[in-house]
Antibody, heavy 118, light 108 residues
Framework: QVQLVQSGAEVKKPGASVKVSCKAS????????LHWVRQAPGQGLEWMGW????????NYAQKFQGWVTMTRDASISTAHMELSRLKSDDTAVYYC???????????WGQGTLVTVSS | EIVLTQSPGTLSLSPGERATLSCRAS???????LAWYQQKPGQAPRPLIY???SRATGIPDRFSGSGSGTDFTLTISRLEPEDFAVYYC?????????FGQGTRLEIK
């Protein structure tokens, strides 16, 4: 079955960077988009962008351009999302999700809590 | 950017009742690429509906989606205790992908 397993919780200081990983299994990693979505405590869902694992092409939401970097290592079916210059309001659960053109985001990782605190 | 507005913000109903959740888009959603997700506390969103009206794998038939253009609806025909959660709509037909702010379905 399709699984997306994310790396563990992180605590970072303001100004630092964080890198979250997402390991896929149960399907052809290069055949689907890989999206990142975040959710601040008590808030709604915010789309950050996607990466095409086959080519490495990315598309970031305008808000995150210049401070998010999405990469992938297709040899180990793993995607990464790095967010730099962290601020306290970047404290959130970060999700990866498989994307399919017609199905939307059809499988989600379990989420990674990133806490930014001095 | 397509803005999705969900209503109501909170819906209070009893098990066995029918729930109707609305999602209105600021402009037409391309090819009805509109999805609904259910989220419970501490869990990742669970896909319910894609393409405005198709149920995702394993979703009970009490969940149904309808609509096109700018107006979409999620209907839960007979509420079960496990259906009380937050529901989000999402459009994925144009970039950036956007989500509604959510509707909280609570037990009356």
């Amino acid at each position: 079955q399709v699984q997306l397993v994310q790396s563990g919780a992180e605590v970072k200081k303001p100004g630092a960077s964080v890198k979250v990983s997402c390991k896929a299994s149960g399907y052809t990693f290069t055949g689907y988009y890989l999206h990142w979505v975040r959710q601040a405590p008590g808030q709604g869902l915010e789309w950050m962008g996607w990466i095409i694992p086959n080519s490495g092409v990315t598309n970031y939401a305008q808000k995150f351009q210049g401070w998010v970097t999405m990469t992938r290592d297709a040899s180990i079916s793993t995607a990464h999302m790095e967010l730099s210059r962290l601020k306290s309001d970047d404290t959130a659960v970060y999700y990866c999700a498989r994307g399919e053109v017609q199905l939307g985001l059809d499988n989600w990782g379990q989420g990674t809590l990133v806490t930014v605190s001095s | 950017e397509i803005v999705l507005t969900q209503s109501p913000g909170t819906l209070s109903l009893s098990p066995g009742e029918r729930a109707t959740l609305s999602c209105r888009a600021s402009q037409s959603v391309y090819s009805s690429y509109l999805a609904w997700y259910q989220q419970k506390p501490g869990q990742a969103p669970r896909p319910l509906i894609y393409g405005a009206s198709s149920r995702a794998t394993g979703i009970p038939d009490r969940f149904s989606g309808s609509g096109s253009g700018t107006d979409f609806t999620l209907t839960i025909s007979r509420l079960e205790p496990e259906d009380f959660a937050v529901y989000y709509c999402q459009q994925y037909g144009s970039s950036p992908i956007t989500f509604g702010q959510g509707t909280r379905l609570e037990i009356k």
